[in-house]
C-alpha cells in the first residue's frame, strides 16, 4: 500500500538490503570472478562487464525512486515502481542464467574446485561483516543444505566460535530449525 508510511517504510527496508546485495554482487563478481578469469581467457568477460555497468545505472534509478517514497504516493505511482522493477528483474534474471549456465561453466574449465573454494574465502575475507550476514540471510535459504554445510564449514573453521554463532542466530530467523538442524549435522 503505497499510501501508508508503515507499508513503505517496510518495503523500503527490504529494498535497501535488496540494492546493497546486488551492489555487492557486481562488484565482487567483477573483482572475483571475472579478473581472474579474464587472466585465463582474456577477451570473455567484456560482455559481462558491460552489463554489469548498464544494470547499475537502472538499479541506482530504482532505489532512488523507491527511496523517494513517502507514503503518499497513488498506488498508480507504486505500480509503475512496480513495472519498472519487473522490468530489471526480467532483464537481470536472463543476465543471471547465462552466468550460471555459461561463466560457471568457464570458471570450471580454468580452475580447479580447490580454487573456485579459494576465490569464495577471499570473497568472504574482503567483505565486512555486515554485508555477510546480509549475504548469509539471503542465500542460506536459497541452497541446499550440502552446499550450506560446505559454506558454513569453511566459515566455522576461519573464525572464532562467537562470530559463527551470529551467523546462526541471522540463519535461524530465515530457516525452520529442522532445516537448520539438517544443515548442522552436515557442518564439521
Not at 585465463?40 to 554489469?52: D, I, M, V
Not at 530489471?88 to 555459461?102: P, R
Request: a negative charge; one cysteine or more.
Amino acid at each position: 500500500n503505497y499510501m501508508s508510511k508503515e507499508s513503505v517504510d517496510h518495503l523500503k527496508s527490504i529494498g535497501s538490503e535488496v540494492f546493497k546485495l546486488l551492489k555487492d554482487h557486481s562488484k565482487t563478481e567483477d573483482k572475483y570472478i571475472l579478473a581472474p578469469l579474464e587472466i585465463k581467457n582474456p577477451g570473455y568477460t567484456s560482455k559481462y562487464l558491460g552489463e554489469h555497468d548498464g544494470f547499475e545505472k537502472f538499479e541506482k534509478t530504482l532505489e532512488e525512486q523507491l527511496m523517494s517514497f513517502n507514503g503518499m504516493q497513488s498506488n498508480d505511482e507504486g505500480h509503475a515502481f512496480y513495472l519498472e522493477l519487473c522490468d530489471f528483474q526480467s532483464i537481470y534474471l536472463k543476465h543471471l542464467d547465462i552466468e550460471d549456465v555459461e561463466l560457471e561453466s568457464e570458471m570450471q574449465k580454468y580452475f580447479s574446485d580447490a580454487e573456485l573454494m579459494e576465490h569464495q574465502v577471499q570473497i568472504m575475507q574482503a567483505m565486512d561483516f555486515d554485508m555477510l550476514l546480509l549475504w548469509f540471510k539471503y542465500i542460506v535459504p536459497a541452497r541446499r543444505p550440502d552446499e550450506n554445510a560446505q559454506v558454513l564449514t569453511g566459515f566455522k573453521s576461519a573464525v572464532p566460535e562467537d562470530v559463527f554463532n551470529i551467523v546462526l542466530d541471522v540463519i535461524r530467523k530465515e530457516l525452520t530449525e529442522s532445516e537448520l538442524k539438517e544443515i548442522l549435522a552436515l557442518v564439521q
